[in-house]
């Protein structure tokens, strides 16, 4: 699979909030990617350096990070699905969903970047929370799954893969397990967020051409 395919390290939720924050007013454009795994295989004692990483205590740290970050997602979740009630109809509408990212693009910065936002206390209408594609997709995908799908989330890795929402706005192409992958159609029909993603399910290896 290595070999196969193109293989990489990308750069974690925070760094591309980070990233995010340092671009305001315009989008980032850096790159997602932090190594490429393909040209480790191809150094001397590739295999093994590989080997060493997979196993490494960086990557058991950060795996904790991610069910820790699933944690907090999931009392987020539940504490602000108490606090934003549905449209005067009783339910959640589509309509609804712009302003449910705005709110976490500003709690967000708010846990992550408060000096940030404090600099617009006085001049608000400055501010440009669209350029936040990761926390409004992040948000999107909560609203769309969660509100209008009216379901609720069964098992802590629905929140851990989550933190991997914060890349896909930036790739040309995002192929994910096909609940999702329907939820992000769903929102790319209805929102800009992935203007320039095209987004396929787990299928798109079936047709694959390995040769």
Not at 45 to 68: C, H, N, T
Not at 155 to 174: N, Q, R, T, V, W
């Amino acid at each position: 699979m290595f070999i196969s395919v193109p293989s990489a390290l990308v750069k974690s939720w925070d760094v591309i909030l980070d990233e995010e924050v340092k671009a305001h007013p315009h989008k980032r454009t850096e790159s997602l990617l932090t190594y490429p795994l393909n040209a480790i295989i191809f150094e001397q004692g590739g295999i093994q350096k590989l080997q060493s990483f997979l196993s490494s205590k960086g990557l058991s740290d950060a795996r904790k990070g991610q069910v820790d970050h699933a944690r907090q997602y999931a009392k987020r979740h539940t504490d602000l699905k108490g606090n934003y009630p549905p449209s005067k109809t009783g339910k959640y509408t589509r309509e609804q969903a712009d302003e449910f990212a705005w709110i976490q693009v500003m709690q967000w910065l708010e846990d992550t970047h408060r000096d940030f936002l404090a600099s617009f206390q006085n001049k608000i209408e400055k501010f440009r929370p669209e350029v936040f594609l990761s926390v409004r997709l992040f948000a999107h995908v909560i609203f769309y799954k969660y509100y209008l799908g009216r379901r609720e989330p069964n098992k802590m890795s629905d929140f851990g893969d989550l933190s991997h929402l914060f890349i896909i706005p930036y790739c040309e192409l995002a192929i994910m397990e096909r609940d999702l992958s329907n939820v992000l159609n769903q929102i790319k029909r209805h929102q800009d967020i992935l203007a320039t993603t095209v987004v396929r399910d787990i299928d798109f290896f079936t047709d694959w051409a390995w040769h």
